[in-house]
C-alpha cells in the first residue's frame, strides 16, 4: 500500500520535471535569470541515468567561416519537409552557437582542432560541417558538463528518484505536480508556480528502439491529461542503424566519417533513391555533404524497408539488417573519432568493426512530436512549459536532422528556463481545494491500482501487445488498414491495462507500480500517434502512407493537434510558421537549390 | 517507515578477495621492514661499544630464527619493491617524449634495472670491503 | 524439447524484513544475453516484485550497476556466456547501503561529489562572454580526457575497501573527477579543490588497493588520478615550505 501521509507540500517557485539536458539547462536558466527563485528538480532518475547519455554524434550550429545561418536553417527546413516552424529554426539557428560555447565554458570537452578552435563533423542532411562533437559520446558529455554545472547553484534542489504522476491545476494554471517519492512510496504535492516539462520522448512504445527503459513519454501524457494537446505525434524517427534485437545505436558519426551501407549484394544501395551517386572511397569529397550515407534519416530507413521488400538484406534473428562499413577509416580513425561505436560493435554484435560489417537495421530513435509549444516553451496551459523532445515547437517538422536534437535542448530548456523565472515570480501559490482534491485523486487511482486482485494480466503481456500493434500499425510505412487496426488494438490495450495486477505491494522503491504507470500513459501518446497518423493522409518526413503517396500542402501543410477525451482522441489542425522559405521540393545528392519552388512534391 | 540496510566492511576485509590480500601483505611489509631497520640501528650502536657486545648481538643476529625473521623481511620487500614498481606507471602523469606518451614497460623496466644496477654496487662494495 | 536454463540467485531484501535473502530463479539461457536480460525476464516473467536500476543497457548511463558473483559489473555488459553453467549470484553494489533488494543509496556519492566542485571555476568574470570558445588544443584535451569519461556508475566504490571502511572518503570516482577539473586548461579553481582533496578524507586515505581502476568500465584509472593528486599535494607541500612568499592564488 503507497503510505497516505499527510506531510505538508514540497514548495518552489519552479519546477523542473525531468533531469536530461533540457531539464537541467532550463533549471540553471531559471537560478541565472533570478537567483532568489526556488527551484526544484524533479526526477524518476538521478540525473545522470537521463536518456542524454546516449547520444553520440554531436550537436549542431554555424561555426566555421564557410557556413552561414541560412545554410543551416534552410537544411533543417527541407529536413523536416517544410512541416517546421519557421520562426523557430531561425530562432534556433541563431541561439545555437551561443548555447555551444557556452557549454564549452562550462567544461564540455568538445574535439579540438590544432588551432585550439571547436573542431565540426559532416552530418546527415547538412550542406555544410557544422556538428560538434566530443569523440563519439557527446550526449553524455554534455549531461555530465551540465549536471556537474548545475551542482553550483544552490537555488536547484534536485529531488532525484521522485516519479510525477499527475498535473496539478487550479484557476486555470498550471500549479505544479503529485509525484511519488520512490524511495518511501509517500505520495506528496509538490507545489510551484511554474512547471517546466523536460521528460523526453517516448520511443519505448517501440518494439526495436534505441531508447532507454525510461523512455515511456510520461511528461507528454502528464500535459495530454491536463488538456494540452500533443503536436505533429505521427511524425516518429527511425534511426537507419541500430544494431539488431537490442537496437543500440550505431551513430551516424560512423557516416559522418565516411562509413557506407552496403546490402546483401555488397552494393551501396541508397544510390538508388534519389539521393545522389557514390564517390569512390578515396575520393576526398568522400563523404558528401546531403548525399548517399549523408541523406536526412527518413529516407534512408524508408530506402532500408524498400531494399528489404526486394530480397536485398541480410536475414537475422531479429529481423533483416543491411552492413555498415567503416573498415576503410582505419584503426587510427576509428579510435580517434567514433571508439564508442567500437567498442558497442565489439561488446553487442561480437564483431570488430576495424575488420568486420557491422550489421544494422533501422529503429526507432525520436520523437519529433510532443507537448504544443511556442518559441517560449509555454504551453496552452498557463504556467506549463516544455522543452526537449517531450516538446514540438516545432524546429524538426516531418523528420529531424542528426544532431539538431542535443541543440534543441539548450536552446529550448534555456528559453523555457527564462521566461518561466519571469512567470513565476509574478505568481504566488495559493491554497485552493481542488489542489489537495486532484492529489487526493492521484493517491486512490495508485492504490487502486496497486489493490487489484491478484491473478489479473501482467504488466509485460500488456507492454509486448503495445508495441506490437505499434510496430505492425504505424512503422515506416503506414495505411488506413494497419492504422485503423492499431486504433483498435490500442482501445482494446486500454481495457487489458485495466485488468492488470501487481505482484509488487511494497511501498518502498517499487518498480513495478512505476512501470504500470509508465504503461498507462504510453497507451495515451499510442492513442495520439496512431490517430493523428490515420488523420494525415499524406506522407511527408517520416510519416510515409502507401495508400496517400504524395506530399499534399494544399491540405496538409499543417501541424496534427491531438486531444484527449474520453473516446478516441480528437485531432485538429494549426497552420505552420513560414517566414521567408515557402515550401519546395525537398532533393538531396547535389547542393540543394534554394530557390526552387514547384509546390512541393516529393 | 524504511530503514536502508547499513553493509560496511568489517575488519577482516583483506581475507574477502586476493586482490585485497596481496594489497594487504604489500602495506604488512613496512612491519617487517621496521623490525630490520631497527635491528640495523641496533646493531651500529653495538658496533660504537665494545667488541663482546657487538659480537653477542651479531651472534644474535645469525640465531636460525632471527635468519628466518630476515629472509621473510627479504621477501616482504622484493613483494613491495616489486608491486611498487609496476603499480609506477598509473602513479605518475602522463610523460611524453617527443609528443608520444612514454608506455608503461619502459618506465617499469627502467626501474628494475635501476634496482638491479644499484644493488650490484652495492654488492660490489661490500664484497670489496669484506675482502681488504 | 527443455530449453537450456540458467539459475539465477538473487539478493532480495525490504525494509520490514531484519534481514536480507536470497530467491532462486530459473530464466532461459540465451547465448546473446546478459545479466540485464535474465533480470528482465524474472521481473517480466515471474516476479514482478524484483527492484532494480536500469536505463540504457549499454554502458553509458551506470544505472545498471550490481555485484554479480562477487564482483562489482555493470550488469548490461556482463554477458551469460561467460557466467554458464552458472547459478549466478547477483546482489546490490558493495558498500552501499540497501534500500530495497538490488537498489542502494547513492546519497553518500553525490554528497562526496559536491564536495570537490566538479565544476569549471573562472577566476576572470569571462564566462558570460560567449562570442567565442575558450581556446583549447588537443594535447590540452587529452591531459584530462580520460578521467572525464565517468558514467558514475559506482563500481569503483564498491571495489574500495577504504570505502567499505571509512565513511569519509571522498573515493575514487569523485577524486577522479575532481583531477578531471584540475587538468582542464580552462579551469582556474584548483586551489579550492584541492583544499578538499587534501584534506584526511581526501586523497590521502587512498592506500592505493586499486581495485577501483579494474573493475572501472570505463577505464577512467581513477586510482591513477589519485596517485597522481598526492605526486602534485607532495610537490606543492614542499614548493609552499620553501618558498612561502611566491603568490600562489
Known amino acids: 500500500m503507497p503510505k497516505i501521509d499527510h506531510v505538508e507540500d514540497i514548495r518552489h517557485d519552479v519546477i523542473i520535471i525531468g533531469g536530461g539536458g533540457a531539464g537541467l539547462r532550463a533549471a540553471i536558466a531559471v537560478a541565472e535569470t533570478n537567483p532568489s527563485l526556488s527551484i526544484g528538480l524533479v526526477s524518476k532518475v538521478y540525473p545522470m541515468r537521463s536518456h542524454t547519455v546516449v547520444a553520440e554524434g554531436g550537436m549542431a550550429a554555424v561555426a566555421k567561416p564557410n557556413d552561414t545561418r541560412d545554410f543551416h536553417i534552410y537544411d533543417t527546413i527541407s529536413g523536416s519537409d517544410w512541416l517546421a516552424d519557421q520562426d523557430a529554426v531561425e530562432y534556433f539557428v541563431d541561439e545555437a552557437p551561443r548555447e555551444l560555447i557556452q557549454l564549452e565554458h562550462w567544461g564540455c570537452p568538445w574535439n579540438r582542432e590544432d588551432s585550439g578552435q571547436v573542431a565540426v563533423r559532416p552530418f546527415g542532411g547538412m550542406q555544410i560541417e557544422r556538428t560538434w562533437y566530443a569523440a563519439d559520446k557527446t550526449g553524455f558529455h554534455v549531461l555530465h558538463t551540465l549536471f556537474q554545472t548545475s551542482l553550483r547553484f544552490q537555488q536547484i534542489t534536485r529531488h532525484d528518484e521522485w516519479f510525477a504522476t499527475a498535473l496539478l491545476t487550479a484557476d486555470g494554471r498550471c500549479q505544479g505536480c503529485v509525484a511519488i517519492e520512490l524511495r518511501t512510496g509517500e505520495i506528496r504535492a509538490i507545489r510551484a508556480n511554474a512547471v517546466i516539462m523536460c521528460t523526453g520522448g517516448g520511443g519505448r512504445i517501440f518494439p526495436f528502439t534505441t531508447n532507454g527503459a525510461i523512455k515511456t513519454g510520461d511528461g507528454m501524457a502528464l500535459a495530454y491529461r491536463a488538456g494540452v494537446p500533443l503536436k505533429d505525434m505521427e511524425f516518429v524517427q527511425y534511426h537507419p542503424t541500430g544494431l539488431p534485437g537490442t537496437g543500440i545505436l550505431i551513430t551516424e558519426a560512423s557516416r559522418g566519417e565516411g562509413g557506407i551501407l552496403l546490402n546483401n549484394q555488397g552494393r551501396r544501395y541508397l544510390e538508388n533513391y534519389d539521393l545522389g551517386s557514390p564517390l569512390p572511397l578515396t575520393d576526398p569529397k568522400h563523404p558528401q555533404n546531403r548525399t548517399m550515407e549523408l541523406g536526412p534519416r527518413d529516407r534512408l530507413s524508408q530506402a532500408f524497408m524498400h531494399e528489404q521488400a526486394a530480397g536485398h538484406t541480410f536475414k537475422g534473428p531479429y529481423g533483416d539488417y543491411v552492413h555498415l562499413d567503416v573498415r576503410h577509416l582505419g584503426e587510427r580513425r576509428i579510435d580517434a573519432r567514433i571508439p564508442f561505436v567500437r567498442e558497442l560493435a565489439k561488446n553487442y554484435a561480437g564483431i570488430d568493426p576495424v575488420k568486420d560489417l557491422i550489421p544494422v537495421r533501422p529503429v526507432v530513435h525520436y520523437m519529433m512530436g510532443g507537448i504544443d509549444t511556442d518559441l517560449d516553451g509555454a504551453t496552452a496551459l498557463p504556467g506549463l512549459y516544455a522543452a526537449g523532445e517531450c516538446a514540438c515547437v516545432s524546429i524538426n517538422g516531418a523528420n529531424r536532422l542528426g544532431s539538431n536534437s542535443l541543440t534543441e535542448l539548450v536552446v529550448f530548456g534555456a528559453r523555457a528556463g527564462r521566461h518561466a523565472a519571469t512567470v513565476a515570480q509574478a505568481h504566488s501559490l495559493t491554497d485552493a481545494p481542488e489542489i489537495n482534491h486532484q492529489l487526493e485523486e492521484s493517491r486512490s487511482r495508485i492504490s487502486d491500482l496497486q489493490n487489484r486482485p491478484k491473478g489479473g494480466e501482467r504488466l509485460a503481456d500488456v507492454r509486448d501487445a503495445l508495441t506490437t500493434a505499434m510496430e505492425a500499425g504505424a512503422g515506416i510505412f503506414r495505411d488506413e488498414t494497419s492504422l485503423a487496426a492499431c486504433c483498435d488494438t490500442l482501445r482494446d490495450i486500454r481495457k487489458q491495462m485495466s485488468h492488470v495486477s501487481l505482484d509488487d505491494t511494497s511501498s518502498v522503491y517499487n518498480t513495478e507500480l512505476t512501470t504500470a504507470l509508465e504503461l498507462e500513459g504510453m497507451i495515451d501518446i499510442a492513442e495520439a500517434l496512431a490517430h493523428s497518423a490515420r488523420h494525415r493522409t499524406e506522407s511527408r518526413g517520416s510519416h510515409q502512407r502507401t495508400d496517400y503517396v504524395t506530399r499534399d500542402d494544399d491540405n496538409f501543410l499543417k501541424h496534427s493537434l491531438a486531444f484527449r477525451t474520453d473516446a478516441n482522441p480528437r485531432i485538429e489542425y494549426a497552420d505552420v510558421a513560414i517566414t521567408h522559405w515557402p515550401p519546395a521540393k525537398r532533393t538531396y545528392g547535389a547542393k540543394p537549390d534554394q530557390k526552387e519552388n514547384d509546390g512541393g512534391n516529393q | ?132 | 524439447m527443455k530449453e537450456t536454463t540458467i539459475q539465477l540467485d538473487i539478493y532480495r531484501y525490504r525494509p520490514d524484513w531484519d534481514a536480507p535473502g536470497y530467491q532462486t530463479y530459473e530464466v532461459p539461457y540465451r547465448d546473446d544475453w546478459v545479466v540485464l536480460d535474465a533480470l528482465n525476464y524474472v521481473k517480466d516473467q515471474i516476479d514482478g516484485s524484483l527492484s532494480y536500476r536500469w536505463s540504457c543497457r549499454m554502458g553509458v548511463c551506470g544505472s545498471c550497476g550490481m555485484q554479480v558473483n562477487g564482483e562489482p559489473t555493470l550488469t548490461c555488459a556482463t554477458f551469460l556466456t561467460d557466467l554458464y553453467p552458472g547459478p549466478v549470484k547477483v546482489e546490490p553494489l558493495n558498500n552501499f547501503p540497501v534500500e530495497r533488494d538490488l537498489v542502494v543509496d547513492l546519497t553518500s556519492f553525490l554528497e562526496k561529489l559536491d564536495h570537490v566542485s566538479p565544476y569549471i571555476v573562472r577566476k576572470e568574470d569571462d564566462e558570460n562572454d560567449l562570442t567565442s570558445e575558450y581556446s583549447q588544443t588537443p594535447a590540452e584535451l587529452e591531459r584530462y580526457k580520460q578521467f572525464s569519461m565517468c558514467i558514475n556508475c559506482m563500481l569503483c566504490y564498491a571495489a574500495c575497501p577504504v570505502v567499505g571502511r571509512v565513511d569519509e572518503f571522498l573515493g575514487p570516482a569523485a577524486l577522479a573527477l575532481a583531477q578531471r577539473y584540475n587538468l582542464d586548461s580552462r579551469d582556474q579553481g584548483k586551489n579550492q579543490r584541492q583544499d578538499v582533496m587534501f584534506q584526511n578524507e581526501g586523497i590521502w586515505e587512498c592506500t592505493f588497493v586499486g581495485e577501483c581502476s579494474t573493475v572501472c568500465p570505463k577505464h577512467v584509472d581513477p586510482a591513477g588520478a589519485i596517485q597522481q593528486a598526492k605526486l602534485e599535494g607532495a610537490v606543492d607541500y614542499y614548493k609552499r615550505l620553501l618558498t612561502p612568499w611566491v603568490d600562489r592564488s
Open chain 2, 1 to 132: 517507515m524504511n530503514r536502508p540496510l547499513d553493509r560496511r566492511l568489517g575488519w577482516t576485509w583483506w581475507a574477502r578477495k586476493g586482490s585485497y590480500m596481496r594489497v594487504f601483505l604489500r602495506e604488512l611489509s613496512a612491519v617487517f621492514l621496521f623490525v630490520e631497520v631497527v635491528l640495523i640501528a641496533i646493531l651500529f650502536h653495538k658496533a660504537g661499544q665494545d667488541a663482546t657486545t657487538y659480537v653477542e648481538y651479531t651472534n644474535f643476529l645469525w640465531h636460525p630464527l632471527m635468519v628466518a625473521l630476515h629472509f621473510l623481511a627479504l621477501a616482504f620487500a622484493l613483494w613491495h619493491t616489486v608491486t611498487f614498481f609496476l603499480l609506477a606507471p598509473s602513479a605518475l602523469p602522463p610523460i611524453r617524449v617527443v609528443g608520444r606518451r612514454v608506455p608503461s614497460f619502459i618506465i617499469v623496466s627502467q626501474q628494475f634495472m635501476g634496482m638491479v644496477f644499484v644493488s650490484l654496487v652495492i654488492g660490489s662494495w661490500i664484497a670489496w670491503v669484506g675482502a681488504t
